[in-house]
């Protein structure tokens, strides 16, 4: 069964078999507004924690998206570059972002549960 964390700057990270999938989180896709461009990362490209991994533009601007734990990126979701707009509409499903394989797992207990996330949004 995968966990689900979240970090201050509003990423979600399921963790799945030592597997971690990132994106950004309905909170986060709703003060951007409509995504236009989503510049994915390379495959085999190391990140550690606080990198930024992902730029997203939206109509309003662009932000950085950061990596929430040390890992080797394994997977951009492709379906992103002719669709930006899935973040928008499935933040947390069909619109992730990245796939990496977790170098060090005890940095997730740094990050928030959802109950922890929700009253940082609250």
Do not use: C
């Amino acid at each position: 069964m995968a966990t689900t964390y979240f970090t201050d700057d509003h990423e979600w990270v399921r963790v799945e078999n030592g597997v971690a999938t990132v994106g950004i989180t309905d909170y986060a896709q709703e003060q951007l507004g409509d995504l236009v461009f989503v510049e994915l990362p390379e495959s085999g490209r190391k990140v550690a924690k606080g990198d930024v991994a992902v730029v997203v533009e939206s109509v309003k601007a662009a932000s950085d998206v950061y990596a929430p734990v040390d890992g080797e990126i394994i997977e951009a979701n492709e379906a992103l570059s002719a669709d930006p707009a899935l973040v928008n509409s499935a933040a947390t499903g069909d619109g992730w972002l990245w796939k990496m394989k977790l170098s060090d797992e005890s940095q997730l207990a740094g990050l928030l549960d959802e109950a922890g996330y929700k009253a940082l949004i609250g």
